[in-house]
């Protein structure tokens, strides 16, 4: 049987919203050197809304965005939310997709009428050495808006720019482990400007941006051979490799069932704070043990 504290903070977990998966990795959640968290979705909102639609000569915004959603549609992103709802905002109407595929951390990919559309970042336009308008895309990145590009048979009819919100409670939480000598890290797959700018606004000054999901999991690796007890927070299935490599894997709110699969905890509320209740719980519950 459990020890009677094991089962008492069982409940008063239970009460706070934390889901215990891994008891023995809970443990550890007393003792940590670093929480990494993913950016979109865990220190923000992850409620995108699109702020600019920009097109080329020959489009239209209401093509974009057709285009963008339709193959949205079997997204399960934030991005992929936001341009659903701008659709909707806009009466836009969207066509049926064949072939959709996802282009890991860097978009998807779908055929609509028989065309190829894609709908990426800016990292992967850049890989691919498309030709995009470089001021445009600038100004958006100064004004810390996430971008997309929208391609039809590879060829870029526009771009899409989306904001976030930072979660109030990601500021209170970063500033609790800075007090208590925890290094906060962040680890994005979004565009290096933007998670700078979030960073800064949170006091965090360890940041890996662009990121993909494999190396999301490389990062944290690294971080642990420096000696240190690394936690990783996130909700998307592009966390999981880092969320299975970190001592303790944190899935945050209403994230991902694959997300939540791999965690050890998981945070019911979409609030960063829980992550400090979490560690000072584990601090309770194994100190009366021994
Ligand atoms: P994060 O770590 O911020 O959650 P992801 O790894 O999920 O980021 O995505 C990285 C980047 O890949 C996004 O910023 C975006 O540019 C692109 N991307 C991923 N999924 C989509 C999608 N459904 N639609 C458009 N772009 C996407
Ligand atoms: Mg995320």
């Known amino acids: 049987a459990a020890p009677l504290v094991v089962a008492v903070s069982t409940s008063i977990s239970a009460k706070k919203g934390l889901l215990i998966r891994n008891r023995a990795n ?46 949205e549609q079997h997204s399960e992103h934030p991005i992929a939310t936001g ?14 997709v064949a072939d959709f595929e996802s282009i890991t951390g860097k978009g998807i990919q779908g055929t609509v009428d028989g065309k ?44 899409i720019a989306l904001a976030d ?42 940041v890996y941006a662009e990121v993909m999901p494999d190396d999301k999991a490389n990062q944290v690796k690294k971080i642990r051979q420096k000696g240190w007890k690394v936690a990783m927070t996130g909700d998307g299935v592009n966390d999981a490799p880092a969320l299975a490599t970190a001592d303790l894997g944190i899935a945050i709110g209403a994230g991902t069932d694959v997300a939540m699969e791999t965690a050890d905890v998981v945070l019911v509320r979409s609030n960063p704070n829980d992550v400090v209740a979490l560690m000072d719980l584990s601090q309770k519950t194994y100190r009366k043990m021994v």
Do not use: C
């Not at 995108?48 to 965005?65: L, P």
């Not at 190829?116 to 958006?140: I, W």
């Not at 409670?169 to 500033?175: L, N, P, Y």
């Not at 998670?195 to 006091?203: E, K, R």
């Open 165 to 206: 919100m930072i979660r109030e409670t990601a500021k209170e939480a970063v500033a609790s482990l800075n007090k208590q000598g925890i290094h906060p890290i962040m680890l994005t797959g979004d565009n290096q400007k933007v998670a700078n700018w979030v960073a800064d606004q949170l006091g965090i000054d360890e």
């Open 26 to 71: 809970f443990e550890g959640a007393r003792n940590l050197n670093a929480v990494v968290f993913d950016k979109t979705g865990t220190l923000t909102r992850g409620e995108f809304g699109v702020t600019d639609i920009v097109t080329n000569d020959s489009h239209q915004e209401e093509d974009v965005i057709a285009y963008a959603a339709s193959i």
């Open 83 to 96: 341009i659903i709802q701008a659709a909707k905002d806009k009466q836009i109407t969207w066509s049926k």
């Open 116 to 159: 190829v559309v894609n709908v990426v970042s800016p990292k992967y336009v850049q890989e691919k050495q498309f030709k995009y308008d470089k001021e445009v895309f600038e100004q958006l990145s100064e004004e810390v808006k996430t971008v997309v590009f929208v391609l039809v048979n590879e060829s870029i009819i526009g771009m």
